[in-house]
């Protein structure tokens, strides 16, 4: 299944249920040693297309084959 | 009296009149050292996508949290009100704030925030229970709308975000102090010298906003000091009442008695 996270293209395996991945299955796919793409996941919120995913949602939000995902962090700012 | 003259924002009051950014300071130690140093009991931040090759942020976020400051999130980057809303909610629950430092750009050339989506993205947050700390122009009626939609603090710029040109339009600035005597001011953007800030509080101001004049100056510690004094310097003389301009020369030496008077 292809979705793009922070702007970029990703693969992720098709999961072996056959469900789609709910966003909490995605967080689990990523905090895989292999599958990171070195993102820290401790301090992040969830965007799905542009939407607010609040944490309590991320278990029953489906991502569907061209989501775009924003994985953001704390960073400086003014 | 000064001691308790704090800086009100919605239900929270500050004892400092100073806030600061945090970003483009050579390392988060320098940026530690700054905050201390400014007095600032509120601080500035953002949400971006991580850099894994860049572990800075993390280190940062660190030592933000370890300063104990209120935090002020901003949605620094957003074009539109949709956009805007989105990043104060995703904020919300990562900073554990309702704050919102309310910023959406109309012009890429000045930065200059769009007040059509600024106002639409100020009505939402607000009713979505957010602190909304709005980003906006000298522009009376553009204030007046911000505050008819439930703002509770203005925040209009002095001059575009990391000029440094100080108070580009001191007569639009007077007018919003004068007309909403009541409500917060706070300049924000544009300050590049003590002085400027000085004269912003002098103004009457309630507070000031910035970032660059003390991250990238040589000395971020010793700029945040002496910004800390001037904001302090201004808010004094403004509760003491500045003397009347006058147009001619007045003697400030008594007249009367004045030595060699009609002695030629």
């Known amino acids: 299944m292809k979705i793009t996270i922070n702007g970029l293209a990703y693969e992720l395996t098709e999961p072996k249920h056959g469900d789609p991945y709910s966003i909490s299955q995605l967080i689990e796919y990523l905090q895989k040693p292999d599958n990171t793409a070195g993102l820290n996941l401790t301090d992040v919120v969830i965007a799905c297309n542009q939407t607010f995913i609040p944490r309590g949602q991320y278990h029953n939000t489906l991502l569907n084959s061209g989501d775009t995902i924003e994985l953001l962090s704390p960073m400086a700012g003014g | ?264």
């Open chain 2, 1 to 264: 009296m000064l001691d308790k003259d704090g800086l009100r924002l919605y239900d929270v009051e500050l004892n400092s009149r100073l806030l600061v950014g945090t970003a483009l300071y050579p390392s988060p130690e320098i940026m530690t050292a700054a905050i201390a140093a400014s007095g600032s009991d509120m601080i500035t931040l953002s949400l971006r996508r991580q850099n894994p090759a860049d572990n800075q942020g993390h280190a940062i976020w660190q030592k933000i949290q370890q300063s104990g400051c209120v935090l002020l999130p901003n949605t620094a980057g957003c074009h539109s009100a949709q956009e805007a809303i989105t990043l104060a909610q995703m904020s919300r629950e990562l900073f554990n704030t309702d704050f919102i430092k309310l910023e959406v750009i109309g012009d890429d050339y000045n930065l200059q925030p769009d007040p059509f989506e600024t106002v639409k993205a100020a009505e939402t947050l607000i009713k979505k229970g957010f602190k909304v700390l709005p980003y906006c122009t000298d522009d009376l009626v553009l204030c007046q709308r911000l505050l008819e939609v439930g703002c509770q603090v203005l925040m209009p710029w002095g001059s575009p975000i990391g000029t440094g040109q100080g108070l580009m339009n001191p007569y639009n600035l007077n007018a919003i102090r004068n007309r909403f005597p009541t409500t917060s001011l706070i300049i924000d953007a544009g300050i590049g010298k003590p002085s400027q800030a000085m004269a912003a509080m002098e103004m009457g101001f309630d507070g000031i906003l910035l970032n660059t004049a003390i991250a990238k100056s040589n000395d971020p510690q010793q700029m945040a000091s002496a910004f800390a004094q001037a904001v302090k310097g201004g808010r004094q003389a403004y509760l003491a009442g500045l003397m009347e301009s006058r147009q001619t020369a007045s003697p400030s030496t008594p007249v009367l008695g004045t030595p060699f008077w009609h002695q030629k």
